[in-house]
């Protein structure tokens, strides 16, 4: 079975700090994706990777940024944390080429920002 | 990525099959159907996909009418633990990275003894 871990399923930070989210996944996947969960929103893309040390924005890419040194991991980061950024962070890997392959999700991290 | 409709709930009684339908009219020769599901606070959960023939694996069905504007998942003996909302989602792929999902607002499913 795929297995995406995060690293928190809950966190709470303060206003202005820099947040690190990890997530790792086991199955050798090329692409790895960050989503936010907001009631009423759905699903919104934030960044995704195709490759180590590659990325692309997503839908809402403003405040954050991503880093994906080894293939297995890819972390998000919020530079400077603002109340806006409460939500449920999932992260998601797929195996590369065709695109049809369906994506897999960790079990989320619920971000309270006060 | 062609829309797509379910209802916003149903109910089924546990050991008993459910049948969660979905409508996709305006899907087009490359879009793929997914179905997720989503327990509360847990992440999603990828159940099946299929293009045009009826597919099936150790969680669930899926029928895919032959017009392909609509599809069907079943869960055949459901249980308290499938309780959850249920995603269909209709998905064009291509060869790049990117494939970003999009959830609607799926169909509610409450397993009940």
């Known amino acids: 079975d795929v297995k995406v871990t995060q690293s928190s399923r809950y966190l709470v930070k303060r206003t202005g700090e820099k947040v690190f989210l990890e997530c790792v996944q086991d199955?050798?996947?090329?692409?790895m994706f960050w989503y936010r969960q907001d009631p009423g929103l759905g699903l919104r893309l934030i960044y995704f990777?195709?490759?180590?040390?590659?990325?692309e924005k997503g839908d809402i890419p403003e405040g954050y940024s991503v880093s994906r040194e080894k293939k297995e991991r890819f972390s998000l980061i919020l530079e400077s944390a603002s109340t806006n950024q409460t939500s449920m962070y999932l992260c998601a890997s797929s195996p590369g080429g065709g695109g049809y392959q369906p994506q897999h999700f960790g079990d989320g991290t619920r971000l309270s920002i006060l | 990525d062609a829309k797509t409709t379910q209802p916003p709930s149903m109910d089924c009684a546990e050991g008993r099959a459910a049948n969660l339908p979905c409508n996709h009219s305006?899907?087009?020769?490359?879009?793929?159907v997914y179905w997720y599901r989503q327990i509360h606070s847990q992440g999603p959960q990828y159940i099946i996909h299929g293009l045009k023939n009826n597919e099936t694996n150790e969680m669930a069905s899926l029928i895919i009418t032959e017009d392909r504007k609509s599809s069907t998942l079943i869960l055949p003996h459901a249980t308290l633990r499938d309780t959850a909302v249920y995603y269909c989602?209709?998905?064009?792929?291509?060869?790049?990275?990117?494939?970003?999902?999009?959830f609607g607002t799926g169909t509610q499913l409450k397993v009940e003894l």
């Open positions: 199955m050798d996947h090329e692409n």
């Open positions: 305006t899907i087009s020769g490359n879009e793929y």
């Open positions: 989602i209709v998905r064009a792929v291509n060869t790049g990275g990117g494939n970003k999902l999009t």
């Open positions: 990777s195709y490759d180590v040390k590659m990325k």
